[in-house]
Nanobody, 122 residues
Framework: QVQLVESGGGLVQAGGSLRLSCAASGRTYGSYAMGWFRQAPGKEREFVAVISRSGGSTLYADSVKGRFTISRDNAKNTAYLQMNSLQPEDTAVYYC???????????????WGQGTQVTVSS
């Protein structure tokens, strides 16, 4: 079992940056792959990025590749999503998730945070 709490969301102008954090509780944090997903109003939740348990492997959605960077610090039980060159279409609630498997589907993740709002103004 792991509990996840996101932070770092907010309002930013187009072209700006934000860094989201996902703090995890539980001694088995290092056993989980960590994913970031987002959900815009009226749309389904979509994959953004995932990082393996060791941090050695990452995968990104095409829409964020080159602009977002996922990372993790297992000593701090925290995952991060650095978001640069933000655009209005990045506006969404961002969720972190954890699972034993390294995947891109929302259905593959057992544990979810409550989400943090990111709003990008034009």
């Amino acid at each position: 079992q792991v509990q996840l709490v996101e932070s770092g969301g907010g309002l930013v102008q187009a072209g700006g940056s934000l860094r989201l954090s996902c703090a995890a509780s539980g001694r088995t944090y290092g056993s989980y792959a960590m994913g970031w997903f987002r959900q815009a109003p009226g749309k389904e939740r979509e994959f953004v990025a995932v990082i393996s348990r060791s941090g050695g492997s990452t995968l990104y959605a095409d829409s964020v590749k080159g602009r977002f960077t996922i990372s993790r610090d297992n000593a701090k039980n925290t995952a991060y999503l650095q978001m640069n060159s933000l655009q209005p279409e990045d506006t969404a609630v961002y969720y972190c998730a954890a699972d034993l498997a390294f995947g891109v589907k929302t259905t593959g993740y057992a544990f979810w945070g409550q989400g943090t709002q990111v709003t990008v103004s034009s």
